[in-house]
């Protein structure tokens, strides 16, 4: 079973938007399924190869962080980063100033 569908279960919590959204077109479950089984991470995690910063709320429902963690890890770039934090839910909250320096070694090239 495929991480959306493990959540629309019932086991996870969903985006309510597609609660809405199945409950009033229920033939485009499987459809919809389908789709959004493309734009999961961790189908795309291998093809990230520039330097990435993640962060994780450990509280999370809408994005449980055992999927990003494993995300991360599929990721090949040879810089990456990521921050856990054990009492933020799904704004993960990244420190500003962590962002900041992050930014400014990775996009503008600054010695950290």
């Known amino acids: 079973m495929g991480e ?4 629309a279960s019932g086991r996870v919590r969903v985006q309510p938007v597609l609660i809405t959204y199945f409950q009033w077109r229920p033939q485009d479950i ?3 399924f389908r789709t959004l089984s ?14 990435t ?4 709320g450990l509280q999370d429902e809408l994005c449980p962080p055992s999927t990003i963690f ?3 890890n599929r990721i090949p770039a040879k810089t990456k980063q990521i921050d856990a934090f054990v009492f933020n839910g799904h704004e993960g909250n990244l420190h500003t100033e962590t962002q900041i320096v992050w930014a400014r070694k ?3 090239g600054a010695k950290a």
């Open 4 to 7: 959306v569908q493990r959540r």
């Open 30 to 32: 499987e459809p919809g």
């Open 38 to 51: 493309y734009v999961e991470l961790n189908n795309m995690s291998d093809w990230i190869e520039c330097p």
């Open 53 to 56: 910063l993640i962060s994780a």
């Open 70 to 72: 494993t995300v991360y």
């Open 106 to 108: 990775h996009l503008m």
